[in-house]
């Protein structure tokens, strides 16, 4: 009798290569199976000679090679394609099996794919994958939620080609229900956009204002790399500072200076807008990959606006401390909005987020990965219901001993024409949420002005609205009061 696989894998681009490698080194089979079948011979006589791994040149080929329940992970373009592939694979799938979307996926299509194929007796998960292709090789992080039934199926599987922290403990566990791992894995991404964001930043206050080649560059991060800011990002910032074209000069200094973007910075933004989350880092993070974009406006801009005259700080080290404390305190800010964001997230969608373990999910293989999210861990092993990161003690702490520093650093960025979005919304923010009283009774007035909205009284119970008839000529009536 011929040997079934263990698990099927649908996506032969770098993810799914390097995925079906890693599962096939802990020991489970593999059958694989791609669109274009050329590249199904390529990888089987190339990468996966002599391994565990069988090719399958058709949809009905890939389910026959696998044990039962089946279990298939597509590892395909986000949006239509896994619908599509979903379609190819129900003609061939029984009750039980399970389908498993490796890929970013928008959270409410996992949500929609989640109700639908259980409706048809199948098991789906949408799980995020990160950690780039050698995470994927190597041990990624991975966030899946979907079908609870499914997970006792896949866990084994999925905690054996996870990343590990240095107890063994697996960068792996069950997320929640539909489309919780996908909307973890889309906070992730956002979380990472606001990291990579204030990096480069810290890089441009460097570059243009203390005026310090990339090799001085790299000496600054490589001295953070085994602080406070140890992490994957600031490593490879410092490993891309140190290499050199063919010509022997930066190759960084070469790059053109406009990002790309694949959305999932832009969901997170649209998912705090519609939770009413203040989501100000990774959405100013996102628009400023928009405005990096539009290069030939900002070419002509350069040469008709004009900004300040700068002036050097004096002491450079005592500066570069400053924006060391800077960036941390602003990482703090980006990480207690995106985990605010999956709270309101949970609440909404009746997810059980356990937020100690999804800090533990990204310590490591992710590309977020970093020292500070143990501690991020510990502040909600303190207090599973903490709000706010920025409440936690040893945060709270943080913050209080760096804002003076965080603060001379964006005035002095601001006072001499210096771009720091990322930096002074996180430093707006944290203002914002310490203030106890905020201008919005003034815009309560006006909305109640031009539009009879209705407003609170702070002498009056909560939920008790008035109008005023401001001019006299308005009368009585007022607009229900409610908000979107």
Known sequence: MEQKADIGLVGLAVMGENLVLNIESRGFSVAVYNRTVDKVDHFIQGRAKGKNIVGTKSIWELVAALKTPRKIMLMVKAGKPVDDFIELLLPHLERGDIIIDGGNSHFPDTTRRTNSLEEKGLLYIGTGVSGGEEGALRGPSIMPGGSP???????????????????????CDWVGENGAGHFVKMVHNGIEYGDMQLICEAYQIMRELLGMTAGEMHDVFEKWSRADLDSYLIEITRDILAYKDTDGLPLVDKILDTAGQKGTGKWTSVASLDLGIPLTLISEAVFARCLSAIKEERMEASGILHGPARFVPGDRQSFLNDL??????????????????MRAA????????????IALLWRGGCIIRSAFLSKIKEAFERDPHLSNLLLDPFFREKIETSQEAWRRVVSTAVLNGIWVPAFSTALNYFDGYRNARLPANLLQAQRDYFGAHQYERIDKPRGEFFHTNWTGRGGDTASTAYVV
């Open 149 to 171: 039934a499914a997970w006792p199926h896949v866990k084994p599987i999925l905690q054996a080609i996870a990343a590990k922290v240095a107890d063994g403990t697996p960068c």
């Open 324 to 341: 060391e404390k800077a960036l941390y305190a602003s990482k703090v800010v980006s990480y207690a909005q995106g985990f605010t964001l």
């Open 346 to 357: 949970a609440g909404e969608f009746k997810w059980s987020l356990n937020y100690g373990n």
